[in-house]
């Protein structure tokens, strides 16, 4: 029921994008009044459209954004009890999220009392709220709120809310405010569209979602080979064919195995997003904090993964779930042997699945996480099921032993090098430039070449058996493709393009040093842009983009830096590239009203993520679209395709 709910979302979500429709169900009235002398309360009164209803502030954990105030400035106040509603939340079972919620309908007024301490008081801050209908659901959205009023008010005299463009932290946005009123700031008609590509959000979410299923397939068949795994293959699948008493009952308790360690997996990547929500795993794709502990906890894998220490449950677990697999039988019986398994494997495993989880979450993806482990369990349990229909195969399997340590090791170079990948998105949204594109290299150039020359037996570590002779065939060509990749990493410290990397490695303008031409001229400013563009007479190539943009990266590499592509775009267009998730604050917050609410754009990525919302009705990246002079739509939107014909299509159809 629970991996019903979120696909639900998921859809519901998806859908939503894909039409482009920005709904806004729930609408605020807010106002404050004194009562007495030192007294006031702040009421926020919602409307609520018929067959929506909002939810209430009070909701369980793991089900949708229960409401809340964030109380930015309580100048000369203090708060006096609780947010109070006028009426109560209906409690029902919601068949969605699969549990009790409560929610209000039609109308609501939440009322907070305060205390003036001084002789002028000046309140401010913002009320989150989520709404959902019987089919869809809207996103958790704030609207700021600020107010200002002396203590010496006669009671019930009510005060407005202060406009936003007129608050003190505001007063200077004159210089940057009026851009946003400007005629290319416009929405954009469509139909005027020369050429567009088809389903630009869902075919960035189904590219999305099997890049999550293969990367964690690979995974699952990565930890196979791991000491933990490999030597269980055997005992699980030998101990099934002495329980059976036939063949056909071995294989179908064979399979039932297979099938409860896949089903024990989707329930963890299930819960690791009812844990963290849906709108914390798009946060987490470009959160400085969340990609550090990313980085942070990776490292700690590898180093496990290098013999340093070793992570596991308590044995106490494992000892627990073999007795009930004793004591028990049928169906029960296997899924206690299974949920075994995992416990038992979990010092090789654990590091692993973790990697892929942060991976998968990082997507800023609903499904991403149960998808993931979709794919790792099916990698783990088909071996089960294969030995166990030709038991036969198993004399010819290799024997336990050191290679088995060998690929714990491997694996943790691979975790090192994958660490920088988490720590390079927090440095390129916050600009820190700690980890640019040379240092990110000289980085993975090392890793890799160590990587080769341990496999090559150049060096070894504690946690590895003695030599026993030379290295075998199989180690020694994996030895090549890792020292083969360094050799291939290399020109990249001079700017070669190195498209095979292009999804991990920060982008080429990061580069401070580049033999291979310097960067195109491209403005990172809307307004500079179309400004330049009128002074040049040419049509504009808008590129939205982020910094955690796995797919950005990929069109980067394997369309935009193709040489006829870039050669078309530098001669024929203005370039504007916009980062939607930079993380620079604006020298002062602008305040803009969006579907009737005050919103503050308080980051450089805030602006132009709104400029995509109010112009092209979008929020999905990687987004191109051809405009003129005036921000008038030529051609677009284009999204993630990597057929270049395709691509130069649309920019030709610009340019008739």
Not at 13 to 18: E, H, K, T
Not at 95 to 115: A, H, I, R, Y
């Amino acid at each position: 029921m629970k991996n019903l709910r979120f696909l639900t979302l998921f859809l519901l979500f998806a859908a939503m994008a894909a039409t482009a429709q920005i709904m806004n169900p729930v609408k605020w009235q807010k106002s404050v009044k004194m009562t007495d002398d030192k007294n006031g309360v702040v009421t926020f009164s919602a409307t609520i459209e018929p067959g929506w209803h909002m939810y209430s502030d009070k909701l369980p954990d793991g089900g949708p954004n229960p409401l809340s105030v964030k109380w930015d400035k309580l100048e000369g106040v203090k708060l006096v009890g609780n947010l109070t509603p006028d009426k109560k939340p209906v409690t029902k079972h919601d068949d969605t999220f699969g549990m009790d919620l409560s929610w209000w309908t039609g109308n609501v007024t939440l009322s907070q009392k305060f205390e003036v301490t001084g002789e002028k008081y000046n309140i401010a801050g913002e009320i989150r709220s989520q709404a959902c209908n019987d089919s869809e659901c809207t996103p958790p959205e704030g609207e700021s709120f600020s107010f200002t009023g002396k203590a010496a008010a006669k009671p019930d005299e009510t005060f407005d809310e202060v406009e936003e463009n007129t608050a003190p932290e505001a007063a200077d946005t004159a210089n940057i405010a009026p851009s946003i009123a400007t005629d290319t700031w416009a929405p954009v008609d469509f139909s005027t569209s020369r050429i567009q590509s088809d389903d630009v959000v869902s075919q960035q979410q189904s590219s999305s979602l099997w890049y999550i299923f293969w990367a964690c397939f690979l995974g699952g068949l990565l930890a196979l080979l791991t000491p933990c795994v490999w030597p269980m293959i055997p005992l699980t699948v030998s101990f099934f064919l002495k329980k059976s008493g036939s063949r056909k009952k071995s294989i179908k308790n064979a399979l039932l195995y297979g099938l409860s360690i896949i089903v024990i997996f989707i329930v963890l990547g299930v819960l690791f997003t009812a844990i963290f929500g849906a709108s914390a795993l798009n946060a987490l794709a470009t959160s400085a904090v969340a990609n550090i502990i990313f980085f942070l906890l990776l490292v700690v894998f590898a180093i496990s993964f290098f013999g340093a220490f070793e992570i596991k449950l308590p044995d106490s677990w494992s000892n627990k779930m073999d007795r009930s697999a004793e004591k028990t039988s049928g169906l029960l019986s296997i899924f206690f042997m299974a949920a075994t398994l995992v416990i038992v494997s979990f010092s090789c495993t654990g590091p692993i699945i973790g990697t892929l989880l942060v991976e998968a979450a990082s997507q800023g993806n609903l499904m991403g996480p149960a998808v993931g482990m979709l794919g790792f369990a099916i990698a783990l349990a088909i071996p089960f099921a294969l030995f166990a229909l030709f038991p036969s195969v198993l004399k010819k399997l290799p024997k336990s032993g050191g290679w088995l340590n060998t690929v714990k090791v491997v694996l943790g170079f691979i975790e090192l090098a994958l660490s920088l990948k988490f720590l390079s998105v927090a440095d390129l949204a916050y600009g820190w430039h700690i980890l640019d594109r040379e240092t990110f290299l000289a980085l993975w150039i090392a890793i890799f070449g160590l990587l080769g020359l341990y496999l090559l037996g150049v060096f070894r570590f504690k946690s590895d058996d003695e030599p026993k002779g030379g290295i075998g065939v199989f180690r020694f060509f994996l030895a090549l493709i890792s020292l083969a990749f360094t050799a291939y990493l290399v020109p990249g410290l001079w700017g070669a393009p190195l498209k095979a990397t292009s999804a991990f490695v920060p982008p080429l303008y990061t580069q401070d040093f580049n033999l291979y031409g310097s960067a195109e001229l491209e403005y990172d400013d809307f307004d500079a842009g179309m400004k330049a563009a009128e002074l040049q007479g040419k049509p504009v190539f808008i590129d939205f983009s982020g910094y955690g943009c796995v797919n950005c990266r990929k069109m980067e590499a394997a369309v935009l830096d193709d040489e006829q592509v870039k050669q078309l775009i530098h001669d024929k267009f203005v370039t504007i590239r916009l980062m939607v998730d930079d993380k620079t604050d604006l020298k002062t917050p602008i305040f803009v009203q969006e579907n009737g609410k005050n919103v503050k754009l308080s980051t450089v990525g805030d602006k132009w993520s709104y400029l995509q919302r109010h112009k092209f009705g979008s929020n999905s990246q990687p987004y191109y679209v051809t405009l003129d002079a005036q921000g008038n739509l030529i051609s677009g939107p284009f999204a993630y395709d990597e057929n270049i014909e395709t691509f130069t299509r649309f920019l030709n159809a610009a340019l008739e």
